[in-house]
């Protein structure tokens, strides 16, 4: 009898429960092989870098590095694995610019298993995954070159080139920002003069292309640069 080639994957999210069942769905399947697990963004791309596999599942909202960096990290890296990004919900510039950095599929969290299952599997066989339409390349460019032209999205989406840009300290003051830290609490926290952390939060408003506090936070979250738990109980 034949040895079934088996689909090499690896599953990125940071809650152990929703990581395990989408392990559980795929160690089901006679044709995958899942080949490591992870909890962050800068875990998984070291096990993409180590283990190679031919599909990755990421979660977007991850602790360190969000599973839009660890797309572009693998594009820039010219790292074969085909990822496919988990969302919440459903946001049209954020899918735009996930395509553009290199992903192969983009899925809400709400999707059925056996739903899951089919999407990568087109992946793995070189199709594309647009929330629930499965396209081959040439329709993909299509439509991606459509989205760009009639949602004007354009301009937008170098807003998204992010975390790269923000450094350590800034990242650190946006973090506090979503905990709802005023700026001479952050000040205390982190060993720094008030008039620093209003130097970085000049900084760091013009890197996200914001007004104010309240925008910053606002993209952070909806962007997953930030945690949705670092504000609420929910995660």
């Not at 610019?97 to 089919?118: E, H, N, R």
């Not at 999407?119 to 299509?142: C, L, P, T, W």
């Not at 439509?143 to 790269?164: A, I, K, R, V």
């Amino acid at each position: 009898m034949q040895q079934l080639d088996k689909t090499s994957l690896v599953i990125i999210d940071d809650h152990p429960l929703f990581r395990q069942g989408v392990e559980d769905v795929f160690r089901l399947e006679r044709d995958f092989e899942v080949v490591g697990t992870a909890s962050s963004g800068q875990e998984g791309l070291a096990l993409i870098r180590s283990l190679k596999p031919q599909v990755g599942i990421t979660d977007i909202n991850l602790p360190d590095l969000s599973g839009l960096a660890v797309v572009k990290q693998v594009k820039q890296e010219s790292l074969l694995t085909r990822l496919i990004l988990l969302t919440a919900y459903d946001d049209p510039a954020q899918k735009l610019y996930a395509f553009q950095s290199g992903a192969w599929g983009y899925c809400t969290k709400d999707i059925q298993p056996v739903d899951l299952v089919d999407r990568v599997r087109a992946v793995a066989s070189g199709y594309y995954v647009v929330s629930s339409q499965i396209m081959d390349e040439d329709k993909f460019n299509h439509w991606l070159d459509l989205q760009m032209s009639d949602n004007g999205q354009t301009d937008h989406l170098e807003n998204f080139c992010l975390p790269s840009p923000l450094s350590p300290r800034e990242l650190e003051i946006l973090i506090y920002l979503t905990q709802g830290q005023s700026n001479k609490e952050i000040a205390m926290r982190l060993g720094i003069s008030h008039q620093t952390v209003k130097n970085h939060l000049a900084s760091l408003f013009r890197k996200l292309g914001v007004q104010d506090r309240t925008q910053a936070v606002l993209f952070a979250l909806q962007r997953g640069l930030v945690k949705m738990s670092l504000t609420s109980n929910g995660g």
